[in-house]
């Protein structure tokens, strides 16, 4: 199984803060990785697929980046809708597994 | 337009069964492949399984020999079949589609049918 590890688990940081959450697989997931914002309640956003595609009506302030093992979200100028939990989740092999989650909190 | 329903949710008593389904419009529920994820209260999002176009079904360790996916193509829906529930099988369901092409799987999720699994 494909082991996907998240980190920082949580962070606190200002409007406008430059932000970035990394992902690593145990193994490679070739491009086969998405990143998602998940607000309580709700269903979770596609914000990227493919390491780095940006979904339609996604603000470019959001990014990714990285190749077969390590993965990186940036929001290059975080906004106040922008505090959430964000997840990576490889699509490449099943189990398909999340990682744990990076709660973005409001310093 | 694409869009994915989750329906079955409910309360439900430890050990007894529920099926969950999710209607698909705009696309085929044999399409790349489709999946369910949950969230348990105050938890992160689990998968919980899969069932490719080819047939292929997976299923998370939690889950396994207790929950089985299936499909209608007839009507494009998904199941998930709960068995032998748990109280820990509590959480938000999700379904959810791959929509993959050159290298990228995009997803598309319904918003969710609740299961509550208490006595």
């Known amino acids: 199984d494909i082991q996907m590890t998240q980190s920082p688990s949580s962070l606190s940081a200002s409007v406008g803060d430059r932000v970035t959450v990394t992902c690593r697989a145990s193994?490679?997931?070739?491009?086969?990785l998405n990143w998602y914002q998940h607000k309580p309640g709700t269903a979770p956003k596609l914000l990227i697929s493919?390491?780095?595609n940006l979904e339609r009506g996604v603000p470019s302030r959001f990014s990714g980046s990285g190749s077969e093992t390590e993965f990186t979200l940036t929001i290059s100028s975080l906004q106040p809708e922008d505090f959430a939990t964000y997840y990576c989740?490889?699509?490449?092999?099943?189990?398909?597994?999340f990682g744990g989650g990076t709660r973005v909190e409001i310093k | 337009e694409v869009q994915v329903v989750e329906t079955g949710g409910g309360l439900i008593q430890p050990g007894g069964s529920l099926r969950l389904s999710c209607a698909v419009s705009?696309?085929?529920?044999?399409?790349?492949?489709m999946f369910w994820v949950r969230q348990a209260p105050g938890k992160g999002l689990e998968w919980v399984s899969v069932?490719?176009?080819?047939?292929?079904?997976f299923y998370a360790d939690s889950v396994k020999g207790r929950f089985t996916i299936s499909r209608d193509k007839s009507r494009d829906i998904l199941f998930l079949q709960m068995n032998t529930l748990r109280a820990e099988d509590t959480a938000l369901y999700f379904c959810?589609?791959?929509?993959?092409?050159?290298?990228?799987?995009?997803?598309?999720w319904g918003q969710g049918t609740q299961v509550t699994v208490s006595s």
């Open positions: 959810a589609s791959a929509q993959c092409s050159g290298g990228s799987c995009p997803t598309i």
């Open positions: 705009g696309f085929s529920v044999t399409k790349n492949y």
């Open positions: 069932l490719y176009g080819d047939g292929r079904e």
């Open positions: 193994q490679s997931v070739i491009t086969y």
């Open positions: 493919g390491i780095y």
């Open positions: 989740h490889q699509t490449y092999s099943p189990p398909l597994t």
